[in-house]
C-alpha cells in the first residue's frame, strides 16, 4: 500500500507516520532523512547532495527523485510518503514511477487543522535554557520552569507567531496545487486533525481499512 500524508506544519504528519511504522510496518519516507542517509553513505550521489546543502542550496526536484528511486527500489512493503511529493512535478514524476512498476498511490490522506489551531501549536513549544528539555505550554503538567534543572524556559525563534504564520503561509502556497492534483483523484480522504495524536490515528486507521 502506498500513502501520502498530507498536512499543515503542526497537523502531527511526522509522528503519524512513525505510528504507521511502529505498528504496521511501513517504510516510512520522508526526504529529510532520505538526504541525510545518502550524505552519510557517500554515495556519488550524495557526495553531489552533500555539496548542495553545504552551500545552502536547495537540493533539486530531480535529485530528490533519483534518492527515491534509489529508496524504493527493492522495497516491498506499504509505503508512507511525509513531506513528499512537495510540487506537482515531484507528484507526476511519482505517479509515473510507480505506474511502471505496476503500483499506484493508493492513499492521499490530508490532515486538516484550522489555521488558529496551527498557530496555537506551533507556538506552544518552550525549551529549557539551561537543558535543552522541550514542554509544551498545553501539558495539563506545565509548570513554566524546567522540571529537570529549574532552569528557565524560552521560546525558540522558528517558534514565534511571526514565524509560525510565515510558516503557515509557505505550506498554503505550496500545497493548494497538490490539493488540487490530488483531490479529485480516487483514494483521497481528509482527516480530521483536531484532537489528540491517537484520535487521528484512530481516523487515519479507519481510511486505510487497518482497523481489524
Ligand atoms: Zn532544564
Redesign the pocket.
Known sequence: MNVILLGSPGAGKGSQAVRLKDEFGFRHISTGDLIRAEIAAATPLGKKVESLVKQGNLVADDLIFDLLKNALKSETRSIVFDGFPRTIAQAEDLDKYLAEQGKKMDYILSIELTDEEAIKRLTSRRV??????VYNIYWPDYKG???????E?YTRADDTLESAKHRLDVFKKETQPLLDYYGSKPGFVKINGLGALEEVFASIKQALNLIK
Not at 529549557?128 to 528539555?133: D, E, L, P, V
Not at 520552569?145 to 532552569?151: E, F, P
Open positions: 529549557c535554557k539551561s537543558c535543552g528539555a520552569v524546567c522540571t529537570k534543572c529549574g532552569g524556559l
